[in-house]
């Protein structure tokens, strides 16, 4: 009897990165959405009681946002020099973010946040992990 192992093949480290940076994107957007379900929440959005109360303070955490959805894109488009820089300080800046805002949510109301907090600063340490071990070619 013949044993059969499903096919596998090799995935290029700019396409891991572009997925992990896609991952962290999408539990930025599901943690952000699911906090609309937060008691008061949208009567303090529709009051203008929310953190996000001006339109300096909404453009800060749209060019913040923006940057995890545009290093999908970047991860697969720029050079290696450029990319490894990009995705280590990038990853560090953003799991340093993500755990600083894990401690900060420790609520009864908020244990969904600190769960996708905790998840982000995993994805974002192992885009750290990936870019810093990347492979160098023998020339």
Do not use: H
């Amino acid at each position: 009897m013949s044993s059969q192992v499903l096919e596998d093949f090799k995935i290029p480290l700019k396409i891991k990165l572009s997925a992990l940076w896609t991952s962290v994107t999408l539990c930025y957007l599901y943690g952000d959405y699911f906090e609309l379900y937060l008691p008061k929440k949208v009567a303090g959005i529709i009051s203008g009681e929310s953190i996000l109360n001006s339109p300096m303070k909404l453009f800060a955490a749209s060019v913040l946002l923006a940057i995890p959805a545009v290093m999908v894109f970047l991860a697969i488009l720029t050079k290696p020099s450029i990319n490894r820089w990009l995705n280590i300080i990038l990853g560090i800046f953003f799991t340093a973010i993500m755990v600083l805002i894990a401690l900060a949510s420790m609520t009864y109301w908020r244990t969904f946040y600190v769960f996708f907090a905790i998840l982000e600063a995993g994805i974002t340490s192992l885009i750290v992990g990936y870019a810093w071990r990347w492979p160098k070619e023998n020339r």
